[in-house]
T-cell receptor, first 112, second 111 residues
Framework: DGGITQSPKYLFRKEGQNVTLSCEQNLNHDAMYWYRQDPGQGLRLIYYSQIVNDFQKGDIAEGYSVSREKKESFPLTVTSAQKNPTAFYLC???????????FGDGTRLSIL | GESVGLHLPTLSVQEGDNSIINCAYSNSASDYFIWYKQESGKGPQFIIDIRSNMDKRQGQRVTVLLNKTVKHLSLQIAATQPGDSAVYFCAENNAGNMLTFGGGTRLMVKP
């Protein structure tokens, strides 16, 4: 089936540790996105990529990094510089502007 | 499952009734709007979209209305079912490929 796969579903981070969240899509979409969701809030954009080897910061990029070496993959690294990383992280992809974004089922990150 | 929002506005309806979920958007230049449904512990699921050259669009049991004059978007669900219980988000596209999401509304369907 076509779709977006995020892994792992749950992730725990120790203080000072970097962790990487995986996002893979087989929809052949050009654009991919990472969002953060906190309780009581909507989704906030962390990073997005419109094409391979190119990405832009979203509204809350500090403490995060991404790469886009392949069209189907857009991993997100939560670095030790992100002081409040506990959240639900969602990856999405789309054909581009004016097309709906399709989401994975998220990764919940917690601090040990 | 995990809660996606602890302090969201809540709409409670009786099974079989129609539901109307409202959203005020921020940018008069926005030209594309989407409604998403999110169940606990899952990612948002696309429901329906509408472009700014339309004021109404219908899907299966759902209708989206767009009022550009007052920057208002609504989602109507006909004959609401228990499976419709979820958090509903509106999103607007006002620049490039970025969507801006609203805070969400929790729909609770009473049997």
């Amino acid at each position: 089936d076509g779709g977006i796969t995020q892994s792992p579903k749950y992730l725990f981070r120790k203080e000072g540790q970097n962790v990487t969240l995986s996002c893979e899509q087989n929809l052949n979409h050009d654009a991919m996105y990472w969002y953060r969701q906190d309780p009581g809030q909507g989704l906030r954009l962390i990073y997005y990529s419109q094409i391979v080897n190119d990405f832009q910061k979203g509204d809350i990029a500090e403490g995060y990094s991404v790469s886009r070496e392949k069209k189907e993959s857009f991993p997100l690294t939560v670095t030790s510089a992100q002081k409040n990383p506990t959240a639900f992280y969602l990856c999405a992809s789309s054909w581009g502007r004016d097309q709906p974004q399709h989401f994975g089922d998220g990764t919940r990150l917690s601090i040990l | 499952g995990e809660s996606v929002g602890l302090h969201l506005p809540t709409l409670s309806v009786q099974e079989g009734d129609n539901s109307i979920i409202n959203c005020a958007y921020s940018n008069s230049a926005s030209d594309y709007f989407i409604w998403y449904k999110q169940e606990s512990g899952k990612g948002p699921q696309f429901i329906i979209d509408i472009r700014s050259n339309m004021d109404k669009r219908q899907g299966q049991r759902v209708t989206v209305l767009l009022n550009k004059t007052v920057k208002h978007l609504s989602l109507q669900i006909a004959a609401t079912q228990p499976g419709d219980s979820a958090v509903y988000f509106c999103a607007e596209n006002n620049a490039g490929n970025m969507l801006t999401f609203g805070g969400g509304t929790r729909l609770m369907v009473k049997p």
